[in-house]
């Protein structure tokens, strides 16, 4: 078993995340130690401090240097070592795990979504994996009203306005959008990321919070949020939200026929994966206006290259994949990653395990 010692590190996580990591017990994983000092690869030398310094405490570390990330240092890097910090979105499959050898036993990305990862190839080499849902949680769900706020107030096409020098001043029509206020607001997927919105929209005074998923969740009671089927959150309502993972059954979800049911007021944000949505339906659907507008942190694919047809409409906001770059989310992703390494290593419950082997 390895000890975690870096007391200053875990309790500021622990005094950061207490609310949302419940399941933390420092003391716990402290009181398992022995002499052995895992191998650990960080993929990534932006990955931060406190993480690899957490790591250092109980771990020979060793970090990729190049950047942008290169594949083939981490290629070179990674055979023999017991674990792995996986801190890009690069895929994580069975080149991979070949590389590294039988040695690798766990492996926590710096992320909530894992569709980069081929888990099927993991769990036949019994390979633990974690991730960090929770902490993106807030951050993603601050950046979901913004863009509400973006895509129902025109705030794209009124950058465009400035700069084509079209700025009207004496209409009372002009540039009218919608309120959140009032409005009915659909969630498509409430987990984590969806009830923190939920959450967050309490204050707006909106009309009704719908979602819908796989499962009626028990928490929506407390968000006052009424469980639908999809075709009816498309159909009632004002903004539809997609914050589900992407999965086989989520991929293009939102094709021709759901914008189709959507009404011409209706606003769609999406924070979730970009292939949720079929993305040739969806620039149709914002070019003939059978939907207002549309708030996109993810896109397909990212980078968007910026002659994409999505670039040309006036109304999609379009952001690059903000949904977790805040200085505190990143360094408690780091954290949580780093832990669950830990904990994977020391034969305890990691804080976020992805899957049971
Ligand atoms: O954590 C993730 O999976 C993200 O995509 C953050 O935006």
Same mark, same amino acid.
């Given at each position: 078993m390895i000890s975690i010692t870096n007391r200053s590190v875990l309790g500021r996580l622990f005094k950061l995340n207490s609310a949302i990591l419940p399941q933390f017990n420092p003391s716990k994983t402290m009181a398992s130690q022995s002499d052995k000092r895992f191998k650990v690869l960080v993929t990534? #030398?932006?990955?931060p401090k406190a993480a690899i310094d957490l790591l250092k405490k109980s771990c020979d570390v060793t970090i990729c240097e190049t950047l942008p990330p290169e594949r083939s240092e981490m290629l070179k890097k *990674? #055979?023999? *070592?017991?674990? *792995?910090?996986?801190? !890009?979105?690069d895929k994580l499959n069975d080149e991979v795990l070949d590389t590294a050898g039988e040695t690798l036993k766990v492996i926590s990305t710096m992320?909530?979504? @894992?569709? =980069?990862?081929d888990q099927p190839a993991l769990k036949r080499r019994k390979v633990q994996l974690g991730h960090t849902p929770v902490v993106v949680n807030e951050p993603v769900a601050e950046l979901t009203i913004a863009l509400m706020v973006a895509a129902a107030r025109r705030f794209h096409e009124g950058r465009l306005h400035i700069e084509n020098e079209t700025w009207i001043t004496w209409s009372h029509k002009w540039m009218l959008g919608y309120d959140i206020k009032g409005s009915t607001v659909g969630i498509v997927g409430f987990g984590g990321i969806g009830q923190s919105i939920a959450q967050r929209l309490q204050? =707006? &005074? @909106?009309k009704e919070l719908l979602y819908t998923g796989r499962n009626e969740k028990p928490e929506a009671k407390k968000y006052n949020a009424k469980y639908v089927s999809f075709d009816e959150l498309l159909k009632t309502s004002d903004f539809v939200i997609a914050a589900c993972p992407l999965t086989p059954e989520t991929?293009?979800?939102?094709?021709e026929a759901a914008f189709n049911k959507m009404k011409p007021t209706s606003i769609f944000v999406n924070v979730a994966r970009g292939q949720i949505a079929d993305q040739k339906a969806l620039y149709n659907a914002l070019k003939n206006h059978t939907i207002f507008a549309a708030g996109l942190? *993810?896109? !397909?694919? &990212? #980078?968007?290259?910026?002659?994409?047809?999505?670039? !040309?409409?006036?109304?999609c906001v379009i952001i690059p994949h903000l949904g977790t770059a805040t200085e505190k989310a990143t360094e408690n992703m780091a954290l949580v990653a780093a832990h669950n390494v830990l904990r994977g290593l020391a034969g305890e419950p990691m804080i976020s395990p992805a899957y049971q082997l």
């Open positions: 990534s #030398p932006e990955v *990674v #055979p023999g *070592v017991d674990g *792995v910090l996986w801190g !890009t979105y992320s909530s979504g @894992i569709d =980069y990862v204050g =707006y &005074e @909106i991929k293009e979800m939102f094709n942190d *993810v896109m !397909t694919p &990212e #980078p968007l290259p910026k002659d994409d047809p999505l670039m !040309t409409l006036p109304n």
